[in-house]
């Protein structure tokens, strides 16, 4: 199993960019790098998603070693509204076998 | 586009009462997940469907909890009894093969 680590919380000021690293281990061949925001008493909402190298959208980069056991989301200058829970989620492709598997999740605090 | 719809968002039950929960996915979605999420943790998947098909219900507990998504679109989690420890946010998520999930609201559950 893909088992991941994160950090439990982090700190940041308005403006800073933002880098929380997830480990993977025992990341499969098919299993791809997701990771997700959540707030509360709202349900997770896709961020940015990566097989390897480095990855870019309008709000995050995700960067994959080649090896593949880490990866780092990173967020370019937060603002408060970015106080929010992030999860690394490891798992396969839609119509393969093997577990969907969330982080502990990383508790984001952004201060103003 | 609607996103992923769940009713209730809120309910209340007496221990050994029966409750379900209902999901409609995003349009065309051809994957649906129903996850338990415990206050401060993670979602922990309980079931995902391809279609009609449970494909992974390896963390359903079977004892208590049923799902089923009659012609592989809406889709209902049921418990029967609820116990104390049932109580969590129920989430429901749709994909396609892409595996990029998109989460509805949850409903949040509580056995008294």
């Known amino acids: 199993l893909a088992k991941t680590t994160q950090p439990i919380s982090m700190d940041s000021y308005e403006g800073q960019e933002v880098n929380i690293t997830c480990s993977h281990n025992?990341?499969?061949?098919?299993?791809?790098i997701t990771w997700y925001q959540q707030f509360p008493s709202q349900g997770p909402r896709f961020i940015i998603q990566g097989y390897k190298t480095k990855v870019t959208n309008e709000v995050a980069s995700l960067f994959i070693p080649a090896d593949r056991k880490s990866s780092t989301l990173s967020l370019p200058r937060v603002s408060l509204s970015d106080t929010a829970v992030y999860y690394c989620l490891v798992g396969p492709g839609s119509g393969n076998t093997g577990k969907l598997i969330f982080g502990q999740g990383t508790t984001l605090q952004v201060k103003p | 586009e609607a996103g992923v719809v769940q009713s209730p968002r809120y309910k209340i039950i007496e221990k050994k009462q029966p409750v379900a929960f209902w999901c409609n996915p995003i349009?065309?979605?051809?994957?649906l997940y129903w996850y338990r999420q415990n206050l401060g943790q993670g979602p922990e998947l309980l079931i995902r469907?391809?279609?009609?098909?449970?494909?992974?219900d390896s963390q359903l507990p079977k004892d208590r909890f049923s799902a089923e998504r009659l012609k592989g679109v809406d889709s209902t989690l049921k418990i029967q009894p609820a116990e104390l420890g049932d109580s969590a946010v129920y989430l429901c998520?749709?994909?396609?093969?892409?595996?990029?999930?998109?989460f509805g609201p949850g409903t949040r559950l509580t056995v008294l």
């Open positions: 998520a749709s994909s396609l093969i892409t595996d990029t999930q998109y």
């Open positions: 349009s065309g979605h051809n994957t």
């Open positions: 469907y391809e279609n009609e098909e449970a494909v992974d």
């Open positions: 025992n990341i499969a061949t098919n299993d791809y």
